[in-house]
């Protein structure tokens, strides 16, 4: 079973509830997707067991038998390969290595060399669960193939949280891509409400069954209650805003550990997601 975790923008608590969650449920595993900014492992403290390499093609011309006709230019909707007047000009990091100009180019001028654009993190953390995290190299533009590769190491039959991007880009989206179940996470602000909407539609469209959490619950206004009713959306639970809880953020530690009266929110959350499946 794969449940995500996700937020219309970062610093909502996504983090939090998707690793005290993990904690919280016998024999799961936890994968950081937010491959920009993973940040689960500074909670969970993963003794790394194995690091891999990601690699992604982009295309090179043989300038030989290339006859300049533009046709993988017209094709390459991330403008990452510009036919010139002289030459033919890659942006690598803009490729997606989907292989369609290959498929157009009429001479066969284009063959495809591989890079490294970031690498996945596998490990055991000291709460008795493994997790594997994605970390996109610095100027790569997209995160995507790390996530489908985390993904991809996972078995069938293991319980799966998935910490996903904040948002509703193409990275939030190939993290949720099959989930069984998605929470989202959002604060009682007027920001979180409008930054929620966008991932609400996008899970609707992606027919994606999903639930509310409300974090730092009475810190702001009721704006995101009247939506979610209006809206038909359910509350799985609100975390309240606590000093505790913060000061135990701040120095990297999951409060449902240390806070035994709040480890029933997140075992009740997971009970509540099991009904609806
Ligand atoms: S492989 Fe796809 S994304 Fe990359 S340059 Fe060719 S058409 Fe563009
Ligand atoms: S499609 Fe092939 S032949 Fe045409 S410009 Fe591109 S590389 Fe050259």
Do not use: W
């Not at 939090?16 to 904690?23: E, F, M």
């Not at 390499?53 to 300049?68: A, Q, R, T």
């Not at 939030?172 to 989202?184: F, H, N, Q, R």
């Amino acid at each position: 079973m794969k449940i995500a975790v996700l937020s219309g923008k970062g610093g909502t608590g996504k983090t939090t509830v998707s690793n005290n969650l993990a904690i919280n449920i016998k024999n799961t595993i936890l994968i950081d997707t937010d491959v920009e900014e993973p940040n689960s492992h500074i909670f969970l403290k993963p003794d790394i067991e194995k690091i891999d390499s990601v690699f992604i093609g982009y295309p090179e011309v043989d300038m030989n038998k290339c006859n300049l006709c533009g046709k993988c230019g017209e094709f390459c909707r991330f403008n990452a390969i510009i036919p010139a007047k002289n030459s033919v000009v890659v942006f690598n990091e803009s490729c997606h290595d989907c292989g369609g100009c290959a498929m157009v180019c009429p001479t066969n001028a284009i063959t495809y060399k591989q890079r490294e654009i970031g690498k996945i993190y596998s490990g055991k953390t000291k709460y008795d669960i493994d997790m594997k995290y994605g970390e996109i190299n610095i100027g790569e533009m997209s995160g995507v193939r790390i996530i489908e590769e985390v993904k991809e190491k996972i078995k069938n039959e293991e319980i799966v949280i998935i910490d996903s991007p904040p948002g509703t880009a193409c990275s939030t989206v190939a993290a949720v891509e099959g989930v069984d179940y998605a929470i989202l996470v959002s604060e009682p602000t007027p920001f979180g409400v409008s930054d929620m909407k966008m991932v609400v539609e996008m899970l609707r469209e992606m027919n994606i069954p999903f639930g509310l959490v409300i974090n730092k619950a009475k810190l702001g206004d009721d704006e995101i209650y009247e939506y979610a009713n209006n809206e038909n959306i359910e509350i799985l639970a609100e975390i309240p805003f606590n000093k505790e809880i913060a000061k135990l953020y701040a120095n990297g530690e999951l409060f449902s550990i240390h806070l035994k009266e709040y480890k029933e929110i997140f075992e009740n959350i997971y009970s509540q997601i099991l009904s609806k499946l």
